[in-house]
């Protein structure tokens, strides 16, 4: 499986948009039926009740092993004490889930449909840059992507997200990177502090994205945050 989608330059490590961070242990999965309304045998809910953190996806996705997101250059939580002794910002949930076994050669740039989400406590040096405007390169480097040269096009105008305390943006991006070309569709929220950013981002490549579409925009809209963090 590629590491990163080509074009997606990595940022520094423990800030927003790193790629190739260490394997380590995923974030606690549970099945939390009826918590986001509408008890259903085809849905899965996962999360993270410790960070306040849930969605649904459907009910055959399986969730992949810290070796699979070592190879995707995913963050998992392996290196949090280590990066949070540094004063850097620090993944505290990561989880990775789709419908296959195995991805292939094509990792998330292939033609399954897939989700990950993310709670990251966020280092000072962070949180003096973010913006709502930046939320966007939580996961993958849009910005960088874009200054690289690579064809980057949003699939519908950024949306601004209010829930309650939380702020945050809805967005949608094809990121055209010949072999490793990626859409996504992303909702990410930060707290009033701005040291706390969740972040749900499905996706595959652009053709799997279109083909799926109407899946992964109701895997965003199970999006829900309970726990607004201080």
């Known amino acids: 499986m590629r590491t990163k989608p080509a074009g997606v330059p990595p940022e520094r490590p423990g800030g927003s948009g790193s790629w190739g961070w260490s394997a380590g242990l995923v974030g606690s999965l549970a099945v939390l039926a009826g918590l986001l309304g509408g008890c259903s045998p085809s849905a899965t809910y996962l999360g993270t009740a410790g960070q306040g953190f849930y969605y649904k996806v459907p009910k055959h996705w399986d969730t992949f092993s810290s070796t699979a997101l070592h190879n995707l250059g995913l963050p998992t939580t392996a290196q949090a004490s280590q990066l949070q002794a540094q004063g850097a910002s620090y993944p505290v949930y990561a989880n990775f889930v789709t419908g296959v076994k195995h991805l292939g050669k094509q990792g998330i740039s292939g033609p399954h449909p897939w989700a990950f989400g993310l709670v990251m406590n966020l280092a000072s040096t962070d949180q003096a840059g973010l913006s709502l405007s930046s939320l966007q390169d939580e996961v993958f480097n849009v910005s960088g992507a874009s200054q690289a040269g690579a064809l980057v096009r949003p699939l519908f105008p950024s949306k601004v997200v209010v829930k309650g305390a939380l702020r945050g943006t809805r967005v949608a991006?094809?990121?055209?990177?010949?072999?490793?070309?990626?859409?996504?569709?992303?909702?990410?929220?930060?707290?009033?502090?701005?040291?706390?950013?969740?972040?749900?981002?499905?996706?595959?490549?652009?053709?799997?994205?279109?083909?799926?579409?109407?899946?992964?925009?109701?895997i965003i809209s199970t999006f829900t945050v309970t726990g607004y963090g201080g």
């Open 173 to 218: 991006y094809e990121i055209n990177a010949g072999a490793s070309s990626l859409a996504f569709e992303q909702e990410a929220l930060v707290n009033s502090p701005t040291n706390k950013v969740w972040v749900l981002v499905a996706g595959c490549s652009p053709s799997c994205f279109q083909a799926h579409r109407r899946l992964i925009n109701s």
